[in-house]
């Protein structure tokens, strides 16, 4: 059967597996279906595929595959389960034993097909516990050049989110989150499988006995209803661009903040879900970041700190601004006056952020809206930024001092490997770099997100269970719309892909008993 990925795709009435959403776990699920022979449908929302996922870097946090293997690494499977001991706080030991599992059978299938190869890349997981793989564990898909896919891949993948945000076209040659995306979307593509955008999935519906069987959607030419006959796999993101469902939730920081794509992951489709009576598990929890405020409002991921310092709105430090982003964000997040915070910073990199910002903005942009502000000194910069001129050059003066001596008194910094993974420049300590080179430049930032963490309760094989915590047969979910294997933790670079990508693909196999 040949099928278009294109706004007007022509719908069956009836299709074996229907997933809801195409990020890295949904298209998971959409291309072992495929393989499988099963006849499957992609409805995405929006008119580009991808979601946060394209957005991404690509990393999957899948321990003990082949991938670390051939890198020589000290990695296993026994490894990452005495890591995810020591730091998930209420683990669900079914769920966890079933990631853990997973990971290497799922690599091993999607590694043979042509269309697919991953690699390691060096990058700190974010805990100092047992079971720690030096320089991490994480392995990302190769990257790939756009023409080596099928043309209807590129004519609607999401492109990086500078690019997406400027309204500006993808690049030719894909990595991360683009080559995870692309290669994933063309595996399913190939073994026949549908990809729809511009469906808004509104409702699920139940035959007489009880099994989901039935997604109702608006698409390009209206309202549509499609069955499918083995299983409904939900992966269609989490409620973080819903500034109405964060607040129900208590989900700190807000929608605008929120690294999804604009105008996604508002939670209908749990909500869709949770009508025909599946439990949820509405979390506050998130994976969460410090975020460059954009002129725009906008706030944009921010990670890699190389120098600089973060302070309140009374100009103090309030924690180590190297952690891993969302331990940060959590610190962001535990008190108000942290938020909007101020990253104070010299010109010692030009001007431009010590950080890794996607996308940073241009800084005569930032300048002229407030976002930045810069002076000659750092009274001076306290009072452009609003802040106690004589608490800021103090909280400055204080930092300077632990740059000397190597030893951050009040937050550790650089004392863990993550905390120099980044840094380059200072002595004795990499990441304590003095403040001392003017101008003087103060960025504001914000609590901002990769996804919520809320949503419908599953069980290890994937399968959506009611209020008395059974199956509710036919309905799978994976991904930012279920409640997170990982609770409130993070445990290394890629666990949302690669928890998503584990838990859709046992969904599948789920499907094909």
């Known amino acids: 059967m040949s ?129 720690r793989v030096p320089m991490g564990r994480s392995i990302q898909p190769k990257a790939i050049r756009r023409d080596e896919l099928d043309p209807r891949v590129g004519a609607i ?17 894909l990595s991360g989150g683009q080559a995870l995306i692309g290669r994933l979307a063309a595996m399913a593509l190939r073994d026949g499988g549908t990809i729809a955008v511009g469906h808004d999935v509104s409702g699920f519906g139940r035959d007489e006995s009880g099994r989901v069987t039935t997604v109702l959607s608006t698409g390009p030419d209206g309202p549509v209803e499609v069955r499918a006959t083995r299983g409904i796999l939900v992966a269609a993101g989490g409620f973080e661009g819903s500034a109405e469902r964060r607040s129900l939730h208590g989900t700190p920081g807000r929608a605008e903040w929120s690294m999804a794509p604009r105008g996604t992951n508002t939670g209908d489709v749990i909500d869709a879900a949770a009508a025909i009576g599946a439990a949820t598990d509405w979390s506050g929890e998130g994976w969460f970041c410090p975020g460059l405020l954009q002129p725009d409002g906008s706030g944009t991921f921010t990670l890699g700190f190389r120098s600089g310092l973060m302070v309140d709105q009374t100009g103090q430090r309030y924690g180590n601004e190297c952690l891993p982003y969302d331990r940060f964000g959590r610190v962001m997040a535990a008190a108000p006056e942290r938020t909007p915070s101020w990253f104070v910073f010299d010109s010692s990199e030009g001007g431009r952020l010590p950080a890794i910002a996607m996308p940073e903005g241009d800084p005569a942009e930032h300048l002229a809206a407030g976002t930045w ?33 190597g030893v951050d008194e009040d937050f550790g910094r650089g004392t863990d490997e993550y905390d120099t993974f ?24 914000v609590l901002s997100d990769l996804g919520t963490k809320g949503g419908l309760v599953t069980d290890a094989s994937g399968r959506v269970l009611d209020e008395a915590g059974d199956p509710l047969p036919g309905l799978y979910a994976a991904s930012n719309s279920t409640a997170s294997v990982f609770g409130s933790a993070y445990p290394g670079p890629g666990a949302p892909l690669g928890a998503a990508m584990a838990f859709a693909s046992l969904a599948v196999e789920d499907m094909l008993r």
């Open 157 to 173: 993948l999401r492109p990086p989110v500078e690019r997406d945000r400027a309204g500006r076209p993808g690049r030719s040659t």
């Open 3 to 131: 099928e278009t990925a294109a706004a007007s795709t022509p719908l069956l009435p009836e299709y074996d597996v229907v997933v809801v959403g195409s990020g890295g776990g949904a298209l998971t699920g959409a291309a072992l279906a495929a393989k499988a022979g099963l006849r499957t449908l992609v409805l995405e929302r929006t008119p580009l595929i991808g979601g946060t996922s394209a957005y991404s870097g690509g990393a999957c946090w899948l321990p003990g595959t082949e991938v670390q293997q051939r890198a020589g690494l000290p990695d296993s499977t026994e490894g990452a389960r005495a890591y995810l001991a020591a730091v998930l706080e209420k683990p669900d030991q079914d769920r966890v034993e079933a990631l853990l599992t997973q990971a290497p059978r799922l690599v091993s299938a999607l590694e043979a097909d042509p269309l697919m190869e991953f690699e390691w890349i060096p990058f700190s997981e974010y805990y100092d516990a047992p079971g």
């Open 373 to 405: 502000v810069q002076a000659d000194t750092i009274e001076e910069l306290a009072v452009a930024a609003g802040l106690d001129p004589v608490v800021l050059t103090a909280t400055v003066e204080r930092f300077n001092g632990f740059a000397a001596t």
């Open 422 to 445: 980044f840094a380059s420049a200072g002595s004795p300590n990499k990441a304590l770099v003095p403040v001392a080179q003017g101008p003087f430049h103060a960025a504001q930032f």
